[in-house]
Nanobody
């Protein structure tokens, strides 16, 4: 069992940065892929980024590629999402997730993740 708690959300102006953290408890976090998803009002939850259990593989949504960086520190059982050059369209609730299955072609699908945090709000104003 893995429990995830996000932090670091907030309100910023466009062009600024935020770093989200995801604190995990449970022994399987270090062997699980970790992903970030987001959900804006009235929209479906969408994939943002994923990192493999050892940090060697990272994939990003096209909309955030070059601006966001995902990372993890298994020694601290914590994952991160560094968000730079934020845009108003990045406004959403951001969710951390962990999945026991390795990264494959399905990493963008929420159903391939087993554990979810409660979410943290990110609001970007123009």
């Amino acid at each position: 069992q893995v429990q995830l708690v996000e932090s670091g959300g907030g309100s910023v102006q466009a062009g600024n940065s935020l770093r989200l953290s995801c604190a995990a408890s449970g022994r399987t976090f270090s062997t699980s892929k970790m992903g970030w998803f987001r959900q804006a009002p009235g929209k479906e939850r969408e994939f943002v980024a994923v990192v493999s259990w050892n940090g060697n593989l990272k994939y990003y949504a096209d909309s955030v590629k070059g601006r966001f960086t995902i990372s993890r520190d298994n020694a601290k059982s914590t994952g991160y999402l560094q968000m730079n050059s934020l845009k108003p369209e990045d406004t959403a609730v951001y969710y951390c997730s962990a999945g026991r299955r390795g990264i494959s072609t399905t990493y963008e699908r929420p159903e391939t993740y087993d554990y979810w945090g409660q979410g943290t709000q990110v609001t970007v104003s123009s």
